[in-house]
């Protein structure tokens, strides 16, 4: 059975991994009948958020990304740093602001400066090398230009300034809405903008199927 890494960032929109992104995202693994394994970091998240009010909770104590990430998974998560590329046939990284924050500091910096976690990168990096897929959802498409070679397709939405952005970086930036994906044949890497732009979780969940099932077909 094919096994599929999914990398995570903490759990909450705000500040870690978009939950309905990637609850949608092992759903449609499983009906695709693949086996799935959280990945994240483990160390502290940059912060934390007060989900109700969106605002930094400065009482708040420090939160661990992979703890975090195991609320989502049910406890199906590990340490970024005893994955082994090679125990997997594709990886998708669900979005969320942790991406932007944890996995990526574009969130701080919020222009082409912005660089990625070089566990992560490394970890990335290794199934470009060897010809496998990935998917990238939501603001994770950032990370692309970073992984990849120049000129790769990408799609962070409908937003002209981060397209922008992702131009400057070194992808091809594909504007398209929350229901289509992004597919990038030579590489085998697939997008969708998912909260970047959609109206609804139906049409989250719309992106996220095609975008898995287009991964799931290159294994």
Not at 154 to 183: F, H
Request: proline share 3%.
């Amino acid at each position: 059975m094919a096994k599929i890494a999914v990398v995570l960032s903490g759990c909450g929109y705000l500040e870690g991994s978009e939950i309905q992104e990637t609850v949608l995202t092992i759903l449609a693994l499983e009906k695709q009948g693949v086996e799935w394994q959280g990945v994240a970091l483990n160390k502290n998240q940059k912060h934390v958020i007060n989900h109700l009010h969106q605002g930094v909770d400065s009482k708040a104590s420090p939160r661990n990304i992979l703890e975090e990430s195991a609320r989502i998974t049910r406890g199906n998560v590990i340490d970024i740093a005893d994955a082994d590329s090679d125990e997997y046939d594709a990886i998708i990284f669900p979005g969320g602001f942790g991406a932007a924050k944890n996995i990526m500091d574009f969130a701080f910096v919020g222009d082409e400066s912005y660089q990625m976690n070089q566990d992560v990168l490394t970890f990335a990096r290794a199934f470009y090398l060897a010809d496998k897929p990935a998917g990238y959802i939501c603001i994770a498409p950032l990370m692309i230009p970073l992984v990849y070679p120049e000129g790769t397709k990408a799609t962070v939405g409908t937003d002209e300034n981060t397209s922008a952005i992702l131009e400057k970086k070194g992808a091809e930036a594909i504007l398209m809405d929350a229901t289509n994906i992004c597919v990038d044949e030579s590489v085998k890497v697939v997008s969708t903008p998912a909260y970047m732009c959609a109206k609804n979780i139906l049409e989250v969940s719309q992106g996220i199927d095609k975008l898995v099932e287009k991964v799931v077909s290159y294994i």
